[in-house]
């Protein structure tokens, strides 16, 4: 078998294998421990960096939230004013047809109005032709009756100087039988 000694100095050794084993595994464990501790500190700086974008990006939600309310009113208000447009436009519609009939109305009327105004201007032509050839036969009448007054003045005064003659005449007469 094997001596005692030799055991006990080996299993000392092997304790002190192990002691330093333990030491060398407890001083890397503290190494590591000691990163870990680098590590956790650098991951809780980055979670903290990341609850920062987290709360940076829960802003910039709400702003979008409130971006899309916005545009939510804005297109509500896009889609009253194209309901005006539709009004208006209708009410263009209106007009047009409205003009439309004042034109034509306007056109019936002037048409009317040019036929009715041929008319009476022929029926005034008409008058005035007969007034022309009334006051015509007027005019020949009154130079007819101009030249029959010119002719029995004519022959009256004709008459008269005869009638004045014969009484000149036997005016001379009875004064010669006077005297």
Same mark, same amino acid.
Do not use: C, G, Y
């Given at each position: ?34 990163? #870990? +501790?680098?590590? =956790? &500190?650098?991951? !809780?700086? %980055?979670?903290?960096? $990341? *609850?920062?974008?987290?709360? @940076?990006? /829960? ?11 916005? #545009? +939510?009113?804005? =297109? &509500?208000?896009? !889609?009253? %004013?194209?309901?005006? $447009? *539709?009004?208006?436009?209708? @009410?263009? /519609? ?31 032509? @008409? ?53």
């Amino acid at each position: 078998m094997a001596d005692p000694m030799d055991l006990n100095a080996r299993v000392t050794s092997i304790d002190e294998k192990l002691d330093r084993w333990s030491a060398s595994v407890d001083a890397h464990v503290k190494q590591f421990d000691d990163r #870990f +501790q680098l590590v =956790d &500190e650098r991951l !809780q700086r %980055v979670d903290e960096q $990341f *609850q920062r974008v987290d709360d @940076r990006f /829960q802003q910039i939600d709400e702003r979008f939230q409130q971006v899309d309310q916005r #545009f +939510q009113q804005v =297109d &509500e208000r896009f !889609q009253q %004013v194209d309901q005006r $447009f *539709q009004q208006v436009d209708e @009410r263009f /519609q209106q007009v047009d047809q409205r003009f439309a009939a004042v034109l034509k109305l306007i056109a019936d009327e002037s048409q009317n109005n040019r036929r009715h105004n041929e008319h009476e201007a022929e029926k005034t032509r @008409r008058h005035f032709d007969i007034v022309a050839e009334q006051m015509k036969s007027e005019r020949d009448l009154a130079l007819d009756q101009s030249l029959a007054t010119n002719e029995r003045l004519t022959r009256l005064t004709a008459t008269t100087a005869a009638d004045h003659k014969s009484f000149d005449t036997r005016i001379t007469e009875l004064e010669k039988r006077q005297d």
